[in-house]
C-alpha cells in the first residue's frame, strides 16, 4: 500500500495546497473592500516542498528548535503594488488573476492524479 501512496501522493499533495490557495485567494477577494484588509497569499513552491519532506528542518520533540521558514503553512501577507487609503491591500485584478491561475493549476493536478489512478487501476486488473 505504501508504494501506491509514493505513486500518487505528490498530486494529492498539490491538490490539498491548491485548495487552502484557493480558499485565501478568495477571502482575498471577498474582503476588497474591507477598509484595513491585508492581504494574503501561500507560497505554493515552499509549502509544496515541505509537504513533500524537503526544505526546513523538522522538529520530532516538543524541546527541539524549529528552524527555517516562521511561517509553518507558507501563509504570508501580499506586499501590494498600488497603496490603498484605507489600509486594504488586496488589488483585485491581481487576486483574480492569481485564482484563475490557480484554478487551472488544480485542474491539471487532478487530471494527472486521475490518470495515474487510472493507469495503476489498469496495471491491477493487467491490462
Given at each position: 500500500m505504501n508504494g501506491i501512496r509514493?505513486?500518487?501522493s505528490l498530486h494529492?499533495?498539490?491538490?490539498?495546497?491548491r485548495e487552502k490557495r484557493n480558499n485565501v485567494?478568495?477571502?482575498n477577494i471577498a474582503n476588497s473592500a474591507t477598509p484595513g484588509y491585508k492581504a494574503r497569499d501561500i507560497d505554493f513552491?515552499?509549502?509544496f516542498k515541505q509537504a513533500q519532506g524537503v526544505g526546513n528542518l523538522r522538529t520530532?520533540?516538543?524541546?527541539?528548535?524549529?528552524v527555517g521558514n516562521p511561517s509553518a503553512?507558507?501563509?504570508a501577507f501580499r506586499q501590494n503594488l498600488n497603496p490603498s487609503l484605507d489600509g486594504n491591500t488586496v488589488e483585485l485584478a491581481v487576486e483574480q488573476m492569481e485564482f484563475s491561475q490557480n484554478t487551472m493549476r488544480y485542474q491539471a493536478s487532478l487530471m494527472l492524479l486521475n490518470r495515474k489512478i487510472a493507469g495503476l487501476q489498469n496495471a491491477i486488473k493487467g491490462e
Open positions: 509514493d505513486h500518487i494529492a499533495d498539490a491538490l490539498v495546497l485567494l478568495a477571502s513552491a515552499s509549502a520530532s520533540d516538543d524541546q527541539h528548535f524549529s503553512n507558507g501563509l
